[in-house]
């Protein structure tokens, strides 16, 4: 992964505007990296849209922005950009993702008293549809855990990819919490600590076949696993990329008809899912999950709405009692 000061440093150079405002872009993501702990992989978005919005702006204007054109522009000029957007057929998520990039960016420049736009707060963020979590159903989590280690010649690449599956779907980690854990932090007790967004921690309690799929790698990896070092190794030895279990991912859905939405996110969805629907409750699942917010928990009940209404009916006490 490339580090936090060769992101900005990349987003300031991939601006088409004036160097004033590659040092304001540089300064602002500096800022999120260092004070905000911001990573790498986000500070790439927000260079993306940045460049894409400061490309735009330079055709708009018919020469490259400075901070002086920020400052001078209209709710019309944003709206041109939104047109665009539409017109190219851009996701509305990816411009509403976009539109907070570019408020974020305003606000410094605000702040640091480097431009002053009322426009930009006037503008609608595009309505987003709700999305609903896509997990797979247990039959297929299951087989697709139990399938992916066939789907390798080397013996402990298979062990690998088996105890990654299982921890995601096990523990319901996100991709990026699982390849960043270390040896060290992988013990023979029944929890670990996992630090999620916004390097927040949180224990997560592993199940004993997570744990036994995870000594059955470390036994075969045969690459040296120091405390301090990456428990996931792709085959040169460095720690192993998300590629390539998004790879793995695909042979699989080919191999076993699944669906193009089973990916390794989907197994973390399964995981709060098929919890749910064993009678787990939303604040359990929230702390597990790592969740700041139970609104993100309850997207869940939207998934398993069916079970929620038939376990209403069964278990409240007016259920079965006649209205007068």
Same mark, same amino acid.
């Given at each position: 992964?490339?580090?936090?000061?060769?992101?900005?440093?990349?987003?300031?150079?991939?601006?088409?505007?004036?160097?004033?405002?590659?040092?304001?872009?540089?300064?602002?993501?500096?800022?999120?990296?260092?004070?905000?702990?911001?990573?790498?992989?986000?500070?790439?978005?927000?260079?993306?849209?940045l460049a894409s919005?400061?490309?735009?702006?330079?055709?708009?204007?018919?020469?490259?922005?400075?901070?002086?054109?920020?400052?001078?522009?209209?709710?019309?000029?944003?709206?041109?950009?939104?047109?665009?957007?539409?017109?190219?057929?851009?996701?509305?998520?990816?411009?509403?993702?976009?539109?907070?990039?570019?408020?974020?960016?305003?606000?410094?420049?605000?702040?640091?008293?480097?431009?002053?736009?009322?426009?930009?707060?006037?503008?609608?963020?595009?309505?987003?549809?709700?999305?609903?979590?896509?997990?797979?159903? =247990? @039959?297929?989590?299951?087989? #697709?855990?139990? *399938?992916?280690?066939?789907?390798? !010649? &080397?013996?402990?690449? /298979?062990?690998?990819?088996?105890?990654?599956?299982?921890?995601l779907y096990g523990?319901?980690?996100?991709?990026?919490?699982?390849?960043?854990?270390?040896?060290?932090?992988?013990?023979?007790?029944?929890?670990?600590?996992?630090?999620?967004?916004?390097?927040?921690?949180?224990?997560?309690?592993?199940?004993?076949?997570?744990?036994?799929?995870?000594?059955?790698?470390?036994?075969?990896?045969?690459?040296?696993?120091?405390?301090?070092?990456?428990?996931?190794?792709?085959?040169?030895?460095?720690?192993?990329?998300?590629?390539?279990?998004?790879?793995?991912?695909?042979?699989?859905?080919?191999?076993?008809?699944?669906?193009?939405?089973?990916?390794?996110?989907?197994?973390?969805?399964?995981?709060?899912?098929?919890?749910?629907s064993g009678g787990?409750?939303?604040?359990?699942? =929230? @702390?597990?999950?790592?969740? #700041?917010?139970? *609104?993100?928990?309850?997207?869940? !009940? &939207?998934?398993?709405? /069916?079970?929620?209404?038939?376990?209403?009916?069964?278990?409240?006490?007016?259920?079965?009692?006649?209205?007068?």
């Open positions: 992964m490339r580090s936090q000061s060769a992101a900005t440093e990349q987003i300031a150079l991939s601006l088409a505007a004036e160097p004033a405002v590659g040092k304001a872009a540089r300064d602002w993501t500096a800022r999120l990296a260092y004070e905000r702990r911001v990573s790498p992989h986000t500070l790439d978005a927000y260079g993306r849209d919005f400061f490309t735009f702006l330079s055709h708009h204007l018919g020469y490259p922005p400075g901070l002086g054109d920020l400052s001078a522009m209209t709710g019309a000029d944003f709206r041109s950009w939104l047109a665009q957007r539409a017109g190219k057929g851009m996701a509305r998520t990816s411009t509403a993702r976009s539109l907070s990039t570019l408020r974020g960016f305003f606000r410094f420049l605000d702040r640091a008293n480097l431009a002053h736009n009322a426009a930009i707060g006037a503008l609608r963020t595009p309505k987003v549809p709700k999305s609903i979590a896509k997990a797979l159903t =247990q @039959e297929d989590a299951l087989e #697709a855990v139990e *399938t992916v280690g066939k789907l390798s !010649t &080397e013996d402990w690449v /298979g062990k690998r990819d088996t105890a990654l599956l299982v921890l523990c319901g980690l996100r991709i990026g919490e699982a390849l960043g854990l270390n040896r060290g932090q992988v013990s023979d007790a029944d929890t670990m600590v996992v630090t999620g967004k916004g390097d927040k921690q949180r224990l997560v309690p592993v199940l004993p076949v997570v744990r036994s799929s995870l000594e059955d790698y470390i036994s075969a990896c045969p690459f040296p696993l120091p405390p301090d070092g990456p428990l996931f190794r792709g085959v040169r030895g460095g720690r192993l990329n998300a590629s390539v279990v998004q790879l793995q991912m695909r042979r699989l859905r080919a191999l076993l008809g699944l669906a193009e939405t089973a990916t390794p996110h989907a197994l973390r969805h399964s995981f709060a899912t098929h919890l749910l787990g409750d939303l604040r359990t699942i =929230q @702390e597990l999950l790592g969740h #700041a917010s139970l *609104t993100s928990t309850q997207r869940y !009940t &939207e998934v398993d709405a /069916g079970r929620l209404a038939s376990v209403h009916r069964l278990a409240h006490p007016r259920a079965h009692k006649r209205t007068p």
